[in-house]
């Protein structure tokens, strides 16, 4: 049962795609997002924590280039970026300490630049 939503809260994430059947391959193996297609064009995933959907773009999201960063939580770190790796996603940023925990970044099958976040140290 979904809840009504937060007034003013951020909603619903969009992100471009390139390539439809590789983003659901991706996205379904590493995070076990579920979809809906709506068109050729459109289609949205749930399970993620935060609904949203893709479009059909060339273009892509980089931080370095001014796109917001959306950064996931991983409760065993190297176990989720084997698993981006593994799903055909490319580490641009191998795994890093930063004040409150560590991290590393990923660029997911169509060029979007995601991170993964863990406070627990590697054991």
């Given at each position: 049962m979904s809840t009504a939503p937060v007034n003013e809260s951020i909603h619903y994430l969009e992100?471009?795609?390139k390539d439809f059947a590789k983003t659901k391959s991706f996205f379904i193996a590493v995070f076990d997002w579920r979809f809906v297609d709506y068109g050729s064009e459109y289609m949205a995933f749930s399970g993620s924590g935060m609904e949203g959907g893709f479009f059909k773009s060339p273009l892509t999201s980089n931080a370095d280039?001014?796109?917001?960063?959306?950064?996931?939580y991983s409760n065993n770190l190297e176990a989720t970026c084997a698993k981006v790796e593994?799903?055909?996603g490319h580490i641009n940023k191998a795994i890093f300490q930063f004040p409150g925990?560590?991290?590393?970044?990923?660029q997911d099958p169509n060029g979007n630049e995601f991170a993964v976040w863990s406070e627990q140290d590697a054991t």
């Open positions: 992100f471009h795609a280039l001014g796109s917001a960063l959306v950064i996931f593994q799903a055909g925990g560590r991290r590393f970044h990923f």
